[in-house]
């Protein structure tokens, strides 16, 4: 790009350029000591989420902490560490699965955070990165490793384009001045489990030389436009996979678009380009020639929501999916959970991006004593088909761009429904708070998206109705078919929607 001179830079280019976020890092402790309060804006504001933590402006002095866990996978000392940071806050403190398989922790007080820090540090532990115009945190199969279906097992190559970006978690200043968010996904099975078509950059497992990916660039959504990833028409072997992310973040650190920040993702640059001047740039920017994508990729399932019980490829063992609603946890949940993977698994916790937990490598004969344990009651491995489907962004609670309350009334919500309706088969219904779209409503079956409704003269708290999106083979996006909808008058719109287009049946009421 030819953008030069400050004065064309938006606000945040400028406060990038006045100091890299990453700097902060050196400050935390003074911070700390000094308090939130006497802090720069910039820095309180934003710089922060370099290092992973978010100053709240709906609860300040409580801050938020959004980690990295690549691949989505915890071992239960991590998960023990997360809980025991939020335990000391009682009931403010809460942990959240995120849509990027992830957690963020919440109700910290800032004096604590360096010791935080240095209690991620001794388990491996990072949040580094995790905010503003960094890479996020990187996506790939939760079943990855256990999967008897799988073509590729993509823990390692996530941990390693994490390191490479990251400099293993203690902070890369060679990608921590983005001209926006970036996000990069990998799968190596056949379902699309981590919404490839939603990411900047997403690898699909693809048969040309042997296995390798077949690239996707461009996707993303932002309150302005949405789309999905369009093919690059590269296939690489995975041995490639790391050099190429890094080629691709640097081609769009080097050229992306700065001087609208509404513009500035990466399908902005390849509209400016065109795509073909994009993969050119590419092939340059890596320094060998790329191979032109395998004809077909090997996406070819409905997506798994993985809740329940499933065997494993190693005979003899089993995963369980259990439904933790809109992602919710408290420290005793984590402990919890952290006992569970313990005791019956190999100590390793997953997450999906629909906010729900795995616990793998449970041997046959501990299972049945392992569906007795009372927080399954709590998060269940056979909850009701809207339950086990039901994603929720932050909203209201926490979020400042917030136009709605989402966790609390998607729960009540899907529960009414639930009692109201029987249902034949799981419907995907996903709250947002906003147009940021952070709950992604546009791949579910049902979206709700965040607006204010004017009703009787009032401000109301409504949705704007998505629907079309479909997941796994075949994903597109949905779009919105009804605008404006209060919270209010919701609940029997979406039954009639579920009555008429999923199949649902009245459930006949007893009485008492
Ligand atoms: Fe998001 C900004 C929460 C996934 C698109 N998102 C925010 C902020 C940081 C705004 C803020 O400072 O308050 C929210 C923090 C609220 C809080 O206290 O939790 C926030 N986003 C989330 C999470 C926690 C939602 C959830 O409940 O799971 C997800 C964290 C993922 C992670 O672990 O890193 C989350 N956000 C997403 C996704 C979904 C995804 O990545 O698959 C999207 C849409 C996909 C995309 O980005 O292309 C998404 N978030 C946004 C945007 C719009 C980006 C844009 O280009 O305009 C914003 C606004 C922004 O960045 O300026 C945003
Ligand atoms: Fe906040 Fe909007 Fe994202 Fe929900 S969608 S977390 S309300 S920014």
Redesign the pocket.
């Known amino acids: 790009m030819t953008e030069t001179g400050s004065e064309k830079l938006n606000k945040f280019e400028k406060l990038k350029a006045e100091k890299d976020g990453l700097l902060v890092k050196q400050e935390i402790s003074e911070f700390a000591r000094k308090g939130w309060e006497s802090m720069e804006e910039n820095d309180l504001n934003h710089r922060l ?1 370099w290092l992973g933590v ?1 100053f ?3 609860t300040p002095g409580k801050f ?1 902490m ?4 690549p691949n989505g996978i915890l071992t239960s000392t991590q998960m023990c560490v997360l809980a025991e940071v939020i335990q000391r806050y009682d009931k403010e403190g809460s942990a ?9 922790l ?1 109700g910290i007080d800032f004096s604590d955070i360096p010791n935080i820090f240095n209690k991620f540090h001794k388990v491996g532990l990072t949040s580094i990165q ?3 115009d960094n890479v ?2 990187i ?1 790939g199969d939760p079943l990855a490793g256990l999967d008897a279906n799988e073509l590729y097992d993509t823990r390692e190559l996530v941990q390693q384009i994490q390191d490479l970006l990251t400099n293993r978690g203690e902070g890369n200043p060679e990608f921590t001045n983005l001209p ?2 970036f ?1 990069i ?1 990998v799968t190596g099975g056949k379902d699309n489990s981590i ?1 490839a078509e ?3 950059l997403a690898f699909v497992p693809a048969f040309k030389e042997g296995f390798g990916f077949n690239v996707l660039v461009g ?6 436009r ?1 789309e999905a990833a369009i093919p690059l028409n590269v296939w690489v072997k995975p041995e490639e996979v790391v050099s190429l992310s890094k080629a691709i973040v640097e081609i769009f650190r080097d050229h992306g678009l700065r001087l609208n ?2 513009k ?2 990466l399908m902005w640059l390849i509209d400016e380009w065109g795509l073909e001047k994009f993969r050119d740039e590419v092939e340059k920017q890596w320094g060998k020639s790329l191979q032109t994508a395998a004809p077909k990729d090997e996406i070819d399932w409905e997506k798994r929501d993985h809740i329940g019980v499933y065997p494993q490829k190693q005979p003899g063992l089993n995963y369980v999916g259990l439904n933790i609603p ?2 919710r946890l408290t420290a005793d949940d984590m402990f919890e959970l952290a006992r569970l993977a313990e005791v019956y698994g190999s100590g390793e916790i997953r997450f999906t ?1 629909e ?1 729900n937990a795995i616990i793998p490598n449970i041997h046959d004969s501990a299972l049945n004593t392992l569906l007795t344990e009372p927080i399954l009651k709590k998060f269940s491995v056979s909850p009701g088909l809207l339950m086990r489907s039901v ?5 209201a ?6 136009l709605i309350e ?2 609390k009334r998607a729960i009540a919500m899907t529960e009414a429904l639930e009692q109201e309706l029987i249902l034949s088969k799981p419907v995907r219904i996903h709250w ?1 708070g906003c ?6 409503p546009q791949v579910a079956d049902i979206g709700l998206m965040g607006t204010k409704v004017r009703k009787n003269g009032q401000t109301l708290e409504g949705v704007d109705i998505y629907m079309g999106g479909k997941v796994g083979k075949d994903a597109r996006l949905g779009t919105c078919i009804q605008k404006s909808v209060a919270c209010e008058d919701l609940q029997p719109i979406l039954k009639d929607i579920l009555l008429k287009q999923f199949g649902a049946k009245v459930r006949e009421q007893t009485a008492d």
Do not use: E, L, W, Y
């Open positions: 989420k978010f709240r402006p709906v938020m959004r980690m990295r866990i959240d699965i995120t849509t990027r398989q992830n957690i963020q919440r995790s905010g503003m996020r945190n996506t926006r968010k996000n996904a919404h939603i990411n900047d996707g993303f959504f932002s309150g302005k949405c920040r509404q500035a993702r809109v992602g991006v906010q994603v929720s962004c932050t909203g609670q926490f979020c400042n761009f917030a989402t966790k947002t147009p940021n779209s952070c709950g992604q």
